[in-house]
C-alpha cells in the first residue's frame, strides 16, 4: 500500500485548498478511503470517509466547508477544503484503514 498526499501550503482564512492523494498496491476502487489530520500538539483526527459505492461521511467540524471525493480511474481520493479556519491548520493525510501516507501540511494564517 502506497498513499501519497499532495496539495498543502499556506492559505488565508476564508481560503481553499484541494488536497490529493494518488494510491497503489491495492485494488483503490474497492476500498474505503478517508482523510485524518493532526494539529500540532494534537492527537489524530477523522475528517472524512468516501466508500467505493459514493457514500461520505464527514466529521462535524468539516461538513459542509470540506468534501471528499474519489476518481477511481485515477486511484485518487480529494479533500475539497473551504472557508478554512486558522484550527484546521495541521498535517493532513489520506488513509486506507491504518495506513496513512506521508501527510501534506496544510497552515492557515493571514
Known amino acids: 500500500v502506497q498513499l501519497v498526499e499532495s496539495g498543502g501550503g499556506l492559505v488565508q482564512p476564508g481560503g481553499s485548498l484541494r488536497l490529493s492523494c494518488v494510491a497503489s498496491g491495492f485494488t483503490f476502487s474497492s476500498s474505503y478511503m478517508s482523510w485524518v489530520r493532526q494539529a500540532p500538539g494534537k492527537g489524530l483526527e477523522w475528517l472524512a470517509t468516501a466508500y467505493p459505492a459514493g457514500s461520505t461521511y464527514y466529521t462535524d467540524s468539516v461538513k459542509g466547508r470540506f468534501t471528499i471525493s474519489r476518481d477511481n480511474a485515477k486511484n485518487t481520493v480529494y479533500l475539497q477544503m473551504d472557508s478554512l479556519k486558522p484550527e484546521d491548520t495541521a498535517v493532513y493525510y489520506c488513509?486506507?484503514?491504518?495506513?496513512r501516507g506521508q501527510g501534506t501540511q496544510v497552515t492557515v494564517s493571514s
Open positions: 488513509a486506507k484503514g491504518t495506513v
